[in-house]
């Protein structure tokens, strides 16, 4: 479960030139704070993830939807090995307490730290802003109404954000070599169907 940012990046090195859509649909799956849901919507109660996103893969889908799915795939990836890279580096540095509050604080930093750092965030920002979300005619579990309160949220806290927040585990070369690798092993994987 990687950050917005993290998210953007990796759509990013898949497709620079994306719709708004499609940026909106790659951080979109995270919309909801019911971690059933999210678990669910994530296929993570599913013992092999990569076989239940082969069932769903859609050559044919819309933007936002292909975004959507980008979105799933990453997060399969990076819970594969980013998450327990840094659960071992928590529970070995004895920092005390709940990893999870910890890691949700961390990948923030990360995904403030893109935020401000990529030229073309701010760019990318725009689009999803501009996207018409009651446009997306799809079966996925999210209304217009729920995207739209979603992406600004999103928007807004990175927008308020403080450049100077910096995380203690993950730096920026890792996040961005991990998002080149996972669009790497998108491409190869998608081009299997």
């Known amino acids: 479960m990687p950050s917005t940012m993290i ?34 919507i994530h296929l993570r109660l599913i013992p092999n993830r990569f076989d239940a996103l082969a069932k769903m893969y859609d050559p044919g889908a819309n933007d936002f939807e292909r975004g959507w799915f980008l979105h799933l795939f990453t ?25 999870f509050s ?40 999210v209304t217009p109404e729920e995207n739209g309160w979603y992406r600004d ?13 910096t995380p203690r585990f993950y730096t920026e070369e890792m996040v961005t070599v991990f998002a080149e690798e996972t669009a790497k092993w998108y491409r190869k994987w998608a081009a299997e169907f």
């Open 102 to 141: 910890h890691y949700r604080e961390e990948i923030g930093a990360v995904s403030y730290g893109l935020y401000h750092s990529r030229p073309w965030a701010k760019g990318v920002w725009e689009l999803i802003r501009d996207a018409d979300l009651t446009a997306v005619k799809t079966t996925l579990p």
């Open 153 to 165: 949220r999103v928007a807004r806290k990175h927008a308020e954000s403080d450049p100077a927040q």
């Open 75 to 99: 997060d399969a990836c990076w819970d594969e090995a980013q998450l327990p890279a840094y659960i071992e580096w928590f529970t070995t540095a004895n920092f005390g307490g709940n990893w």
């Open 7 to 40: 998210h953007l990046l990796t759509a990013y090195q898949l497709e620079p030139e994306a719709t708004g859509l499609f940026w909106a649909g790659s951080f979109a799956p995270d919309y909801t704070n019911d971690r059933e849901k999210k678990d669910t």
